[in-house]
């Protein structure tokens, strides 16, 4: 069974930076993409960013310029550098692996706010 652990949320003032992981574990094979995506109060939950297994990037236009996603294959690892974070990027992040089936984690807050 597949399990995704996401880490490194927390409180920033606006302008500051946070970097999220998310980590795999279990059998997970020929993965084709790794995301993010977040989910405001009261908001359905939107996509972030995306790194496929070519290594292409793809980011919402809210974050284009701001986030960077990368991955580690050998740790089945995917990140999310967040930086200039503003009051709107408040929300749980939740990352998704594709493999085959499309894999969740639990998601970690992040909350802008001086």
């Known amino acids: 069974q597949v399990q995704l652990v996401e880490s490194g949320g927390g409180l920033v003032q606006p302008g500051g930076s946070l970097r999220l992981s998310c980590a795999a574990s279990?059998?997970?094979?020929?993965?084709?993409?790794m995301g993010w995506y977040r989910q405001a109060p009261g908001k359905q939950r939107e996509w972030v960013a995306t790194i496929l297994r070519t290594d292409s990037t793809l980011y919402a236009n809210s974050v284009k310029g701001r986030f960077t996603i990368s991955r580690d294959n050998a740790k089945n690892t995917v990140y999310l550098q967040m930086n200039s974070l503003k009051p709107e990027d408040t929300a749980v992040y939740y990352c998704?692996?594709?493999?085959?089936?499309?894999?969740w984690g639990r998601g970690t807050q992040v909350t802008v706010s001086s």
């Open positions: 279990g059998q997970v094979f020929s993965i084709s993409a």
């Open positions: 998704k692996f594709t493999s085959g089936a499309d894999y």
